[in-house]
T-cell receptor, first 114, second 115 residues
Framework: NAGVMQNPRHLVRRRGQEARLRCSPM?????VYWYRQLPEEGLKFMVY????????ESGMPKERFSAEFPKEGPSILRIQQVVRGDSAAYFC????????????FGEGSRLTVL | AQSVAQPEDQVNVAEGNPLTVKCTYS??????LFWYVQYPNRGLQFLLK??????LVKGSYGFEAEFNKSQTSFHLKKPSALVSDSALYFC?????????????FGAGTRLFVKA
């Protein structure tokens, strides 16, 4: 059973460009979560999605950031007009629809903004 | 709102000695508590969880954690540390009463085990 797949693992963008990060959850998982980890910091919750629905986006910056989880295909975290402060590791996690349990994490996508 | 505090940025332990990594939490409903470990340039791996029942929970790699409701703590422990336990450890909490799935993580504690 494949784990949570994130790509790209590393992404370099110049200021003002767009970054798109993709996440395919584990088979059978319908819940996806995105977290951001800044250097030497903990994980900050960004957004929680189910198929075609954003359930909780309380951690998303108000501008430039968006997320989706379409009926078909991976979840996408999109950052428009990136700035240097967006440089971080972005982790995706997934969970099955009914659970009291843990999250399953991908290996992360590391964004560097030049 | 949920929150998690890990008061130590770093814990240093000699190999073979017991280790404790501290965690306190705040949640309005029943807490679902978790510990995860992160190795360099990797994602987080689940270690153990407390949902209900026995306050002492056992997890992967010989780790255990004790839930203390009165102190709102969930400290991670291991009787005998290994050098390979050196990693970044995260405590996390969910609010079981709200039915939501949002999990909040602490800032992490870096564990160094010296040979």
């Amino acid at each position: 059973n494949a784990g949570v797949m994130q790509n790209p693992r590393h992404l370099v963008r110049r200021r003002g460009q767009e970054a798109r990060l993709r996440c395919s959850p584990m088979k059978g998982h319908s819940h996806v979560y995105w977290y951001r980890q800044l250097p030497e910091e903990g994980l900050k919750f960004m957004v929680y999605l189910q198929k075609e629905n954003i359930i909780d986006e309380s951690g998303m910056p108000k501008e430039r950031f968006s997320a989706e989880f379409p009926k078909e295909g991976p979840s996408i975290l999109r950052i428009q007009q990136v700035v240097r402060g967006d440089s971080a590791a972005y982790f995706c996690a997934s969970s099955p629809p009914v659970t009291t349990g843990e999250l399953f994490f991908g290996e992360g996508s590391r964004l560097t903004v030049l | 709102a949920q929150s998690v505090a890990q008061p130590e940025d770093q814990v240093n332990v000699a190999e073979g000695n017991p280790l404790t990594v501290k965690c306190t939490y705040s949640v309005s409903g029943n807490p679902y508590l978790f510990w995860y470990v992160q190795y360099p340039n990797r994602g987080l791996q689940f270690l153990l969880k407390y949902i209900t029942g026995d306050n002492l929970v056992k997890g992967s790699y010989g780790f255990e954690a004790e839930f203390n409701k009165s102190q709102t703590s969930f400290h991670l422990k291991k009787p005998s540390a290994l050098v390979s336990d050196s990693a970044l450890y995260f405590c996390a909490v969910r609010d079981g009463n709200t039915g939501g799935f949002k999990t909040i993580f602490g800032a992490g504690t870096r564990l160094f085990v010296k040979a």
